[in-house]
Nanobody, 110 residues
Framework: QVQPAESGGGLVQAGGSLRLSCAAS???????MGWGRQALGKQRELVAT???????TYAVSVKGRFTISRDNAKNTVYLQMNSLQPEDTGVYFC?????WGQGTQVTVSS
């Protein structure tokens, strides 16, 4: 299984938005994918998932602010993050049914 590749992280002020992208393999079309994050000193947590059919789930901490979507024609999964807060700071990882990407840093300043 090819490791997914994230992009789109960066530094943003509180209340701002970022969109992360994950380039996955063609076979990911048939798998559930998601996004996880890991803050410094904390365990990695899965914050959003999307099935091959488009059904989504969200962690309570991001529900209503983050939106996961996928473009199967481009083998890409997105995470739109709005109303970002300093507690959203961390490394964000793409998850392809058990395989994690390398991660991209998101920093939210207060």
């Amino acid at each position: 299984q090819v490791q997914p590749a994230e992009s789109g992280g960066g530094l943003v002020q509180a209340g701002g938005s970022l969109r992360l992208s994950c380039a996955a393999s063609r076979s990911s079309l048939y798998r559930t994918m998601g996004w996880g994050r890991q803050a410094l000193g904390k365990q990695r947590e899965l914050v959003a998932t999307i099935t091959s059919g488009g059904s989504t789930t969200y962690a309570v901490s991001v529900k209503g602010r983050f939106t996961i979507s996928r473009d199967n024609a481009k083998n890409t999964v997105y995470l739109q993050m709005n109303s970002l807060q300093p507690e959203d700071t961390g490394v964000y990882f793409c998850w392809d049914s058990g395989t994690w990407g390398q991660g991209t840093q998101v920093t939210v300043s207060s």
